[in-house]
């Protein structure tokens, strides 16, 4: 089994690899985990309702969702005033909730 795993991994380009690295430590920050915890299930959240559920500045919440959009992670869509994110792949959740579980 562990040799099925590694063949699977051999078989991602350098490209992909590197995507999902970048993804990953884009990832890596408390207030970013709980950005994707709110997001997840297809929920869809504007900037100021992610900077309330944090209770963080919103010049900081902003922050936060450029890093994880410009690493793949969110992608976003703008009605009028308001900017609504989105996970970009829902299975990104599934990363935090075996995190989740590692540190019961």
Do not use: W
Request: charged residues 25%; hydrophobic residues 40%; glycine residues 6%.
């Amino acid at each position: 089994m562990e040799r099925e795993k590694v063949q699977t991994i051999k078989q991602l380009s350098v490209e992909q690899l590197e995507q999902a690295a970048n993804m990953l430590k884009a990832i890596a920050h408390p207030m970013r985990v709980a950005i994707l915890t709110f997001l997840e299930g297809g929920k869809i959240l504007t900037v100021t309702e992610i900077h309330e559920m944090l209770g963080i500045e919103q010049s900081t919440t902003s922050h936060h969702l450029g890093i994880l959009k410009d690493k793949g992670v969110l992608s976003s869509r703008r009605e009028g005033k308001n900017t609504y994110y989105f996970l970009r792949h829902e299975n990104l959740s599934n990363i935090v909730n075996c995190v989740a579980e590692c540190t019961d």
